[in-house]
């Protein structure tokens, strides 16, 4: 697809002290759009807290599975440059146009059910600029756990790396960006 992802984050739009994400990727058979804010230094309290929306849909010629959610989001500043925040999401996914050719999990949960989920995120932003970065770096870590007792269908839990580092070069105008993520996921209880 000639547009694979598009995003606007960190202080881009509103200023000051609000961060706006607007996301939103088409890749063949996968859609997804998000949408939210969040706001540093809540009521002078040194806190930061928001929520996003979320859309997604991936479909190939075996199934077609589309989820829509949101979630919640508070945290706090830990140093200049360092957030840690505790984020609930909820998201309601169906699975659908189950084919004969689909794998035995997608026959086994087509309809519609629910993910509730808690997580922990750790991030540190050195960019020099929020939009187009020529120096710096971004990591950011996540735990997280779904469960039954949160209101959803399914137990899990959920742990994801990334960084992205941003070099300049001696050449006006060229910047040497690299990307790493990584994750794991696992079932636990039923």
């Known amino acids: 697809s000639p547009v694979s ?81 505790i984020k609930y999401s909820y998201e309601s ?22 993910v509730s989920a808690l997580s922990f995120h750790w991030e540190r932003n050195t960019f020099d600029d929020e939009l187009y970065p020529i120096d710096g770096s971004y990591y950011h870590a996540s735990l997280g756990a779904a469960s039954k007792y949160l209101g959803g269908h399914y137990n899990f839990i959920k742990a994801i790396g990334e960084g992205r580092w941003y070099f300049t070069t001696p050449f006006p105008k060229i910047t040497v960006a690299l990307r790493g993520k990584g994750g794991w996921m696992g079932e636990y209880g039923e």
């Open 93 to 114: 996914v169906t699975v659908d146009k189950v084919g004969n050719r689909s794998p035995e999990e997608f026959k086994n949960h087509s309809g519609r059910t629910g």
């Open 5 to 85: 992802s598009f995003s606007v984050n960190r202080k881009a739009l509103i200023g000051g002290k609000t961060n706006l994400l607007v996301d939103f990727g088409f890749n063949g058979g996968y859609k997804r759009v998000k949408v939210g804010a969040v706001g540093e230094n809540l009521f002078g309290s040194g806190y930061l807290g928001g929520g996003e929306a979320f859309w997604r849909e991936a479909k190939d010629g075996r199934y077609r599975m589309r989820g829509v959610g949101g979630s919640a989001i508070f945290g706090s500043r830990l140093t200049e440059h360092t957030h840690g925040f």
